[in-house]
């Protein structure tokens, strides 16, 4: 990520974030409230924050917020998800020890529209990449490829481990041993191409194009976003990360 779009981003959160709260003030101190809670507002769900987040709702500033609440609480993320026709299927909480363990778990087999492979992950962790590819991944497969994306294919989410890093294993332990993160590979499309990021990333023409954009935009739905660009550990794949410091590269 570019300084100037790294800048750009903030920007574009502070503005948002200022956005929601200048709406809040006024709606509440004007007797917004009523307006807002009931029944039948004529505010549409999408531009008020006391209503739930939905996948398929276009993205407005108050997005973030109705995000982060779905975030901190699971039974509202599972009904999201659920809502929006993901294959999220829930299993018992994982209690490893204090470094270890995936609390909010399930088994996830399919996003909005594409596939992959069963994987154990955080409603949290699926539920930023089913808005990752209803708003990022098919959009651009449809603009630059002309196509739908088929299937997702990952590397999996969880693993109690300590992060690796070009210079050997890490001290601090890893995103994957609490399924806070999922490696992606690669993707299968509707017309039968496949892409991997180890072959297509630095391949000139509109699969890398797609790839980058793609990589790109996640980091509008993760904190941490590390693709081929970071490092040789990640030639293969994206790493995407719900905490973290807000990094993309």
């Known amino acids: 990520m570019t300084k100037r779009t790294g800048r750009r981003r903030i920007l574009y959160l502070a503005a948002s974030f200022l956005f929601t709260c200048l709406v809040l003030l006024i709606l509440v101190g004007g007797g917004g409230?009523?307006?807002l809670s009931h029944p039948k507002t004529p505010l549409p769900a999408h531009w008020n924050p006391l209503r739930d987040l939905s996948v398929a709702a276009p993205v407005t500033p108050i997005t973030g917020y109705q995000l982060n609440r779905a975030l901190a609480d699971d039974a509202q993320c599972r009904a999201v998800l659920s809502e929006a026709g993901v294959m999220f299927a829930p299993m018992e909480d994982l209690v490893v020890d204090r470094n270890c363990g995936i609390s909010g778990r399930g088994?996830?087999?399919?996003?909005?529209t594409a596939r992959l492979a069963p994987v154990e992950t955080r409603c949290t962790?699926?539920?930023r990449l089913v808005m990752w590819e209803h708003h990022v991944v098919q959009p651009a497969a449809r603009d630059v490829l002309a196509t739908k994306v088929h299937r997702i294919r990952h590397l999996g989410s969880y693993n109690c481990r300590r992060m690796r890093t070009a210079e050997g294993e890490n001290n601090r332990w890893s995103s994957h041993a609490t399924a806070d993160s999922i490696d992606i590979t690669g993707l299968e499309l509707e017309d039968g191409r496949k892409l991997s990021l180890l072959h297509d990333?630095?391949?000139p023409g509109p699969e890398a194009e797609f790839l980058h954009r793609i990589g790109q935009g996640a980091c509008n739905w993760f904190r941490v976003v590390l693709s081929p660009n970071f490092n040789r550990l990640h030639a293969d794949h994206f790493h995407?990360?719900?905490p973290g410091w807000g990094y993309c590269r």
């Open 125 to 127: 962790t699926a539920l």
């Open 33 to 35: 409230w009523l307006l």
């Open 107 to 112: 088994e996830l087999s399919q996003l909005g």
């Open 240 to 242: 995407l990360q719900g």
């Open 201 to 203: 990333w630095a391949t």
